[in-house]
């Protein structure tokens, strides 16, 4: 029950990563609409069958290699380890709903701007630039975050052309947010811990 004059309840954080991947979904639209092709999905032309069909288990199998990756470097080298500790501390406690939310709107969300409309636009290298200029976190120490970003936007480029559509690259976002989010919020890593660095 609400009463007159009480401030509105704040909203959730579910609430708020919706919202935001929502509008980056309505930009992704409004930019590929003012070029002339609103498919986001499809990068221009008619994929072929085994396209479609293929490219979200093939992408599946990207954000899985990605994820072992993250997993070494977290066991082999300390910048991982701090990084690791970093977006534990920066993200706080997650849900296992809330990372499920996390991990698919980011996905769909940045898919559909970075591949979908810019992709086809201003090609996979400058895509990939400014995917990393997203992925700039608060101090140095996030630097191996926005590079490794800009390897993941090439390759998430790469994925999508190979493919005609985006469900390589938003299967492959998915796994890897989703993976690396339950491993960053479940410890803060350590020197003898083996979790992945980032998502």
Do not use: C
């Not at 003012?34 to 498919?39: M, N, S, T």
């Not at 996979?124 to 200029?133: P, S």
């Not at 005609?164 to 960053?184: D, M, R, S, W």
């Amino acid at each position: 029950m609400s009463y007159e004059g009480s401030p509105p309840p704040p909203l959730s954080r579910a609430t708020l990563v919706i919202g935001l991947y929502a509008a980056m979904g309505i930009v992704a639209f409004l930019i590929a609409a003012g070029r002339g092709d609103p498919d986001l999905y499809r990068l221009g032309g008619q994929p072929e069958a085994w396209q479609l069909g293929a490219g979200p288990a093939i992408g599946a199998l990207v954000g899985l290699s990605v994820v072992a990756l993250t997993r070494v470097a977290t066991r082999q080298w300390q910048w991982a380890r701090d990084l690791h500790s970093s977006f534990h501390d920066l993200l706080g406690p997650l849900t296992g709903r809330e990372i499920v939310i996390l991990a698919l709107a980011s996905s769909v969300g940045e898919e559909l701007l970075f591949r979908g409309a810019l992709l086809p636009w201003v090609g996979v290298w400058a895509q990939g630039i400014v995917f990393a200029l997203l992925h700039i976190g608060p101090g140095r120490r996030f630097l191996p975050w926005t590079i490794s970003a800009f390897v993941l936007g090439l390759a998430f480029g790469l994925l999508a052309r190979w493919t005609g559509n985006l469900g390589g690259p938003i299967a492959a976002h998915f796994v890897i947010n989703f993976l690396n989010l339950k491993f960053i919020v479940s410890s803060r890593g350590g020197a003898g811990t083996a979790r992945p660095a980032t998502a």
